[in-house]
């Protein structure tokens, strides 16, 4: 695969549109995330065969996958040759703003959800974020993808939940502070998925033009598929009440101190 940070969003995963490489991202040092080893990502059940040889050139070597055991038999993934597959759920049960269940009717989760929470969505949804790092659950399977990352020698790894947005929003502002990277930037990739799954949203809005849903419950369901800055502050924030600050919760939460941290760098990072 070409040393290039723009490969991979030149050859996006049509199965997968939120899929993105990390690589070429700055880091406050002057270095820059090595291209081709971390990619985040929302659900492998979809994905083509170009995209499974996209993966191969990488090459692929681990898929995490933060999904619930519920999450998985409905749309498992894809298995590619050659790739180790880890399960590692960062939650439980997955709440509305995680995942779309499954049922005869497949709106029917969307429209109640809609209309039980207009008007506390994007309360709902920083609380959402909150309890991804301050749950034990939760701050322990962070810790699990961490060990994995520090145990990666050989090939790329990536990461994914159902749409790459929640909890693969908040793995990757830890990981990506862990790699030295300032808070706009991790903001800004964040935000990324607000294009990638622009069409699905517009789409899931479409689906249920015919329910009998306000305008405040349509915002309802525009909430819960958008990246909104709001929502990751929001978990920053309360690593912070907690722990003082990022660096101080991935040292006393996730053992990712400075001897980690310099492993991490000397791997994921470059200066070319």
């Not at 995942?99 to 109640?112: I, K």
Request: with cysteine; aromatic share 8%; hydrophobic share 45%.
């Amino acid at each position: 695969m070409e040393n290039n940070s723009l490969a991979f969003e030149r050859w996006l995963l049509r199965g997968a549109p939120n899929a993105r490489d990390l690589g070429g991202l700055p880091t406050m040092d002057g270095r820059m995330i090595r291209p081709g080893l971390l990619l985040r990502s929302g659900e492998l059940a979809g994905i083509t065969e170009p995209d499974a040889q996209t993966l191969s050139l990488y090459p692929l070597r681990t898929v995490v996958d933060f999904r619930t055991d519920l999450e998985r038999e409905q749309k498992p993934d894809r298995v590619l040759p050659g790739v180790q597959y880890v399960h590692c759920p960062i939650v439980q049960q997955a709440a509305a703003g995680l995942t779309r269940e499954e049922h005869a009717d497949p709106y029917a989760a969307v429209v109640a959800h809609a209309k039980a929470m207009a008007g506390r969505e994007r309360a709902f949804m920083c609380e959402l974020y909150r309890s991804l790092v301050t749950q034990e659950f939760s701050i322990a399977h962070y810790r699990q993808f961490f060990a994995l990352l520090l145990a990666q020698t050989d090939g790329a790894l990536l990461y994914h939940c159902t749409a790459g947005k929640d909890r693969v929003g908040v793995g990757t502002m830890l990981l990506l502070t862990a790699l030295g990277v300032d808070w706009p930037v991790i903001v800004e990739n964040y935000l990324i998925t607000n294009e990638r799954m622009a069409a699905s949203a517009d789409c899931l809005l479409t689906a249920v033009a015919d329910y009998d849903l306000s305008e405040s419950e349509r915002e309802v369901i525009r909430t819960f598929d958008r990246a909104d800055a709001a929502f990751l502050t929001a978990a920053r924030d309360a690593i912070a009440e907690r722990y003082g600050s990022v660096d101080a919760f991935l040292t006393r939460a996730l053992g990712v101190g400075a001897p980690e941290r310099e492993t991490l760098r000397a791997r994921y990072l470059t200066t070319e």
